[in-house]
């Protein structure tokens, strides 16, 4: 029960870094002088369009942007009543993107899950990719099975992501009839989820995933790598070899458990680097993922959007962080142990 | 008679180089000992490895055979493919290894690790081979061999770990068990102990074992036959009381004279008390969350002396020593007291503000334990030994230069080896280095946590001579902390014995070696292996006194936790006892 009072506190921490989080956020993006209305406003003006001005006047009002920035930021949480009473993250109001001109959670909605599906997908992919490369690196070191796969692996690392996407698609849609850009085929878009949906999807995905995973599979092959070299040479590996274990299972039960646990605090270190890595790929590819939406939002300050959509990252990675902890002190009795004495 | 195993001119070597193990033969017959004798760098342990062909990978074995005689088979293990040999290894032949600690695996269960044996070369089911193993952890002396199945290795106590170690390697009952100094790394009363396990689990199965060590005391205590090692070839075999008793080769003799023995003092000298104190430690204690580490310790440096503290680990001595350095403040109520010379005024170093703390720091100085890992690789010597001058503000840098080789000529290198970085020395110069650095500021005080413990027994006698040569010429003071009473026995000039972060006598080494009167003291002197076949360690007085203080005799015993005082029972000899 250990365990259960753990992911307890753990939880309880994270929820508070995450309003920790979205405060920094909050401020973040405020930082720039004026706002998307202020912004637009002055265009209008200057373009002397002042029926548009008192459309953005009466917006500044309804989305509260003219009171002080604190009121603002309890009123985006939804603890201070606003125009129209208490209405914010926590009643799951995520408000109005200017940009888009319709409610954030319009604009995000489907993305928010071809996103979490993208980045898990490039999660298991990264993982299913480094953990053997990396294992059998370490054991055959120094014989040309480490040399090419460290090249393969740097290569991965070294090539721009773009780069790769136009590349891949160009040869993955001449040679095996790939898809190019998209989640999925066109005729799919906004229809109830069926079979030869999932499947268009799929196929959607294969060149996205490498495209974004490589980079994050190549260097945490390298990882493993090293740590597995480390844990060769402890003893308790000599006395797994002189009780007589086959090669296999005495990497795969001794070094590998111990290397094994830098490769699960990964994952949570993972989730924003691919996100943020995404976000070229994204574009690039045409995946309707949120990076497109954040680089629109960021750009126009159109805050509301910007704000969730960095919210929902920090979010995602802060359950990344705390799976992840869990992993180790299941997988760890050092770790389990050491918690139990606190 | 057919011999269990006989390596006949075995040569292993890293590379293109020269061979490192040259021409080797050894035999071994069944149920009995052999030793393998030598210091680091002697190839005995690739030699053992080499017979389950468990060497390091840049290693080959360029010539030689290994004859394993199985049921009347002459095996060659030498020659055997790998998977033939994985039924040998842990099977017909078992190994055991110097740091338990480290040769268990952290992250699996006892049992399982155990078990693992016998699910590899045993058709049994799981809960037979379990059957088996809560059977053997019995056998080695494990209590409550259910929880022990369950336990992790960091649960356990570094004997305990051995005996674990012990057990996975006889539970398949093995006719050869190699055994790489398995009690180099574990404290001296349990070294005993542990050396008598093996001892009783040979009688009883009868099987034949490799002894792998440095140390003449164990060799005396064990072996049937020694083999003695120096560079890769053997200088010397034949049976143990031929061996021990009239070494023939000069290279033995040597090892002999270096090894340390815990003299036999006839006469106790007289003593007397020495006035002048330039370290004083007062009821000091230490408390680590719920743990006393140190509890109510009060000793006396006199100038010019050795007094030194022996314990074994969890003793709490390294925490004295880091007390008295300042390094860590004791509890409060307690002091350390610091003079500086006989006329000036004794300072606490417990409340010091930042420039007397500087000023102190240069006149304490502490050498290390490990002289590999206390100076920085990436540091020439003249850097390592100018840095507290530097740090000091001491000095032109040519003034600083000029001390570095005063220093290096004071603890007997080279001046030349100045530009050269740590890693091309040995252990032994390694350390002089350390003392070197420690000598830089010219201290009146060295604090030395276990100087000579990880240097080789004929090192150690060197390092042993040059402190007490540097204490003479320099007029240096020394807190000197060791687990061992045979060198204490040799520079200190007052002992205290301290046992759970308590001292439990204390008295010059003369007379507390002569007439040790506490349980633990005697345990301790008589835990200790002599390189002579007629002293064998004397097992029943050790399990005496080397368990918990509420194991010991009533007169001794803490009862509830409140141990006994420490009473005067002689002038200069404290016990800590209830008569």
Request: hydrophobic share 45%; charged share 20%; net charge neutral.
């Amino acid at each position: 029960m250990d365990i259960i009072k753990f992911a307890l506190r753990r939880l309880a921490t994270m929820m508070m870094t995450l309003l920790l989080v979205s405060a920094l956020i909050f401020l973040i993006i405020n930082l720039p002088p004026g706002d998307y209305l202020t912004n637009q406003i002055a265009e209008l003006r200057s373009t002397g369009q002042e029926s548009g001005v008192a459309k953005a006047e009466f917006l500044r009002k309804e989305y509260s942007l003219d009171r002080s920035l604190p009121e603002q930021y309890l009123i985006w949480l939804g603890v201070w009543p606003g125009p129209h009473g208490f209405s914010g993250l926590l009643q799951g109001d995520f408000g109005w993107s200017f940009e888009f001109n319709k409610p954030v959670s319009e604009v995000i909605g489907s993305a928010m899950w071809m996103t979490i599906l993208v980045n898990l997908v490039a999660v298991l992919f990264v993982y299913m990719v480094a953990l053997p490369l990396g294992v059998l690196a370490a054991a055959k070191s120094r014989t040309w099975i480490d040399y090419v796969s460290s090249f393969v692996g740097y290569l991965g690392l070294a090539t721009p992501n773009f780069l790769l996407a136009l590349i891949l698609f160009y040869y993955g849609n001449k040679y095996f009839d790939l898809p190019i850009g998209g989640l999925m085929a066109a005729e799919f878009e906004g229809q109830p989820m069926s079979f030869e949906k999932i499947k268009s999807v799929l196929l959607h995905l294969i060149v996205p995933t490498f495209v974004i995973g490589t980079a994050g599979a190549a260097a945490m092959m390298q990882r493993l790598r090293a740590n597995m070299l480390d844990e060769l040479n402890k003893p308790y590996v000599t006395t797994a070899w002189a009780k007589g274990v086959p090669p296999v299972k005495l990497l795969a039960k001794y070094p590998l458990r111990v290397a094994f646990n830098p490769f699960v605090a990964d994952i949570g270190n993972l989730i924003p680097s691919l996100i943020s890595g995404s976000v070229l790929v994204s574009v690039v590819l045409g995946l309707q993922t949120i990076g497109p939406a954040l680089l629109a939002a960021l750009k126009s300050q159109d805050q509301f959007l910007a704000g969730f959509v960095l919210l929902f990252v920090a979010a995602l990675t802060l359950i990344g962080t705390m799976v992840s902890d869990l992993l180790l002190v299941l997988l760890d009795p050092r770790i389990r142990f050491g918690a139990r004495v606190r | 008679m057919q011999s269990l195993l006989s390596v006949k001119d075995l040569s292993i070597g890293f590379g293109k180089n020269e061979p490192t193990v040259d021409q080797v033969s050894f035999t071994v017959n069944a149920g009995e000992t052999l030793a393998l004798v030598g210091e680091s760098g002697s190839g005995k342990t690739l030699s053992c490895r080499a017979i389950l062909r468990i060497l390091p990978s840049s290693a080959q074995i360029r010539s030689g055979q290994i004859v394993l005689n199985c049921r009347g088979n002459d095996i060659d293990l030498a020659n055997l493919s790998e998977r033939k040999l994985r039924g040998i290894r842990g099977d017909r032949v078992s190994m055991i290894f110097q740091e338990p600690m480290r040769s268990l695996s952290p992250l699996h269960r006892i049992g399982d690790q155990v078990s693992e044996v016998l699910k590899l070369h045993r058709d049994c089911s799981a809960s037979d081979a379990k059957r088996q193993v809560l059977a053997e952890f019995e056998y080695v002396g494990l209590n409550d061999p259910e929880r022990i199945y369950r336990a992790y290795p960091f649960e356990l106590s570094g004997g305990m770990q051995q005996r674990a170690m012990i057990a996975m390697a006889t539970v398949a009952k093995p006719e050869l068990l190699i055994a790489d100094e398995p009690t180099t790394a574990l404290d001296m009363t349990t070294q005993a102990q542990v050396l008598g396990l093996l001892k009783n689990l040979q009688a009883e199965s009868g099987m034949a074992l490799i002894l792998v060590t440095h140390d003449l005391g164990v060799v005396a205590n064990m072996a049937d036959q020694v083999v003695v090692m120096n560079k890769g070839r053997v200088m010397e075999s034949g049976s143990a009381d031929l061996v021990l008793g009239s070494p023939a080769h000069p290279y033995t003799k040597k090892l002999f004279t270096a090894a340390p023995v815990i003299p036999e003092f006839a006469q106790p000298a007289v003593q007397t008390e020495a006035a002048d104190i330039i370290l004083s430690l007062r009821e000091v204690s230490k408390t680590y969350g719920s743990i006393q580490a140190v509890n109510g310790i009060s000793l006396n440096v006199p100038r010019g002396k050795v007094m030194a503290i022996v314990g074994e680990s969890g003793s709490g001595k390294s925490t004295c020593a880091r007390i008295a350095l300042g390094a860590e403040s004791a509890d409060p109520g307690g002091h350390v007291f610091f003079r500086e010379s006989p006329e000036a005024d004794a300072i606490d170093i417990q409340s010091l503000n930042p420039v007397q703390r500087c000023d102190f720091q240069r006149k304490a100085q502490m050498v290390f334990q490990d002289p590999h890992s206390s100076l920085s690789p990436r540091m020439q010597i003249v850097d390592a030994l100018t840095e507290p001058l530097d740090i000091h503000s001491i000095g032109t840098a040519a003034e600083r230069r000029d001390r570095a080789i005063e220093l290096l000529e004071q603890v007997g290198l080279d001046p030349s080896m100045l530009r050269r970085y740590p890693h091309a020395f040995s252990g032994g110069q390694r350390q002089r280095l350390s003392i070197a650095r420690a000598l830089a500021l010219r201290p009146l005080l060295l604090v030395c946590d276990e100087p000579t413990s990880a240097l080789d027994v004929s090192v150690q006698a060197q390092i042993l001579d040059l402190l007490e040569d540097i204490r003479d010429r320099l007029q240096l003071s020394y807190l000197f902390i060791s687990h061992d009473l045979a060198v204490v026995a040799r520079i200190a000039d007052e002992v205290a014995v301290m046992r759970r972060g308590r001292i439990v006598e204390q008295a010059p080494p003369e007379l507390l070696l002569a007439n040790p009167r506490h349980p633990y003291t005697q345990a301790l002197i008589a835990a200790h292996p002599e390189p002579d076949i007629h002293r064998p360690i004397d097992l029943d007085t050790v399990a005496r006194g080397a368990g918990e203080p509420d194991t010991w005799p009533d007169a001794f015993r803490y009862t509830d936790g409140a141990a006994p005082p420490l009473k005067k029972y002689e002038a200069n000899h404290l016990v800590r006892t209830h008569a």
